[in-house]
Every structure is written in structure tokens, then in C-alpha cells.
């Protein structure tokens, strides 16, 4: 079954405090990128990478690291959180230009 | 830069209603047009896409949309809405931008669906 998944699911940390979001996918797709949801902002997209070691900015990259090591995972890194990335993240594959394959979110509360 | 633009942030019908859900990009060259649907609690799913040939295109679920390029809109559209269909629906627009086709989503219309 295709999957992009995500953890963790939930997560709560304090202001400051490095934290890391996973994502893996079994598509094989050369495409995977991060997006944050916010109320009344839609989606945004954090980064994205073309491929294997290639990695670009989206529209809000600041606060906000990734690598892409190998195809199938992109982590994205959070140095020193701060309470305005309190959002829900959402990575996303995509093979060509086809649709988007999103896993199921990463409720992030930083206080 | 592309962008989409949805004016609608919260619908509320009741069932049998039908539903009109405005969405408007702004891009000068060729894109491609996306509907995603997300149920409370759960991850985008892709509800139907345009990218080329006829028009109107027909989705999952009994919804349908639009293309009109004169009007920059891709409007999304069900005879008849069910309380199941209460959740959140993103337009999307892909473009070429420099070899890369970057995805913009708009901010999203909230349907809720009165049994």
C-alpha cells in the first residue's frame, strides 16, 4: 500500500528545545516536500527537494531545517522552536506532476 | 508567482443543498488545477484534478469542477451534499516555475453539512 508516514503524530516541547519530524515514504517518488497548516492560512509550503541531496525553499522556510539523505525520508528539523510554529505539519510526495500524497499530520504545540 | 484565492472560508448547508465552492488563481501561463478534500482529522485527499482536455471534470464522490480560463476559475461544484461531505476543501494550482512545478494551495473553504 502507497504511504507516506509521519511521526510522531503528536508532540509537545518548549521554547528552544531542537526537535526532528520524520517522514518516509515507499512510493519511490523523487519528490517530497513539508508544508504547515495553519487556520485561515491554508497550507504553506516550508521546503521541498527535487531528489536525493537537492533541497530548496518554500514560501516559510525560516525557523526550519531538512536533509534528503536517501529517497525514501525527509526530516524536517525544528534547531530552536519557538511558540509561533505551533501548527500542523503535513509532508506531502508527488511523482511527476501528479497529485500530492500526504501522510497524516504532526500536531506540533510549542509553548 | 502564481496564487489561488478562495472567498468562501465557511459554508454552511443543509443536506440535498447544492454546493458551489468559488476558487480563482492568478498565473499567465499553463497550469494545472487540483481539489483536495480534508475530513476532520484526517490528511488532504485528492478529490479531483484538471490538466488538460475537457473542461469539466468529474471527481470522486459525485463532484464535479469547472475549468473557465477566461475567468481564472476552477470552481467546484455537487448537485446534492451529504452530511458526510462536512470537511475542509483546498484548491491547487501547479505551475512551471523555473523546471519546478510548485504547488500553491488556497486557504481553504470549511463545508458544514446541517443533516
Known amino acids: 500500500e502507497a504511504q507516506v508516514t509521519q511521526n510522531p503524530r503528536y508532540l509537545i516541547t518548549v521554547t528552544g528545545k531542537k526537535l526532528t519530524v520524520t517522514c518516509s515514504q515507499n512510493m519511490n517518488h523523487e519528490y517530497m516536500s513539508w508544508y504547515r497548516q495553519d487556520p485561515g492560512l491554508g497550507l504553506r509550503q516550508i521546503y521541498y527537494s527535487m531528489n536525493v541531496e537537492v533541497t530548496d525553499k518554500g514560501d516559510v522556510p525560516e525557523g526550519y531545517k531538512v536533509s534528503r539523505k536517501e529517497k525514501r525520508n525527509f526530516p524536517l528539523i525544528l534547531e530552536s522552536p519557538s511558540p509561533n510554529q505551533t501548527s500542523l505539519y503535513f509532508c506531502?510526495?508527488?511523482?511527476?506532476?501528479?497529485?500530492?500524497?500526504f501522510g497524516n499530520g504532526t500536531r506540533l504545540t510549542v509553548t | 508567482a502564481q496564487s489561488v484565492s478562495q472567498h468562501n472560508h465557511h459554508v454552511i448547508l443543509s443536506e440535498a443543498a447544492s454546493l458551489e465552492l468559488g476558487c480563482n488563481y492568478s498565473?499567465?501561463?499553463?497550469?494545472?488545477l487540483f481539489w483536495y478534500v480534508q475530513y476532520p482529522g484526517q490528511h488532504l485527499q485528492l478529490l479531483l484534478k484538471y490538466f488538460s482536455g475537457d473542461p469539466l471534470v468529474k471527481g470522486i464522490k459525485g463532484f464535479e469542477a469547472e475549468f473557465i480560463k477566461s475567468k481564472f476559475s476552477f470552481n467546484l461544484r455537487k448537485p446534492s451534499v451529504q452530511w458526510s461531505d462536512t470537511a475542509e476543501y483546498f484548491c491547487a494550482v501547479t505551475a512551471n516555475s523555473g523546471g519546478y512545478q510548485k504547488v500553491t494551495f488556497g486557504t481553504g473553504t470549511k463545508l458544514q453539512v446541517i443533516p
Open positions: 506531502a510526495t508527488k511523482l511527476g506532476v501528479g497529485t500530492l500524497h
Open positions: 498565473y499567465g501561463g499553463t497550469v494545472n
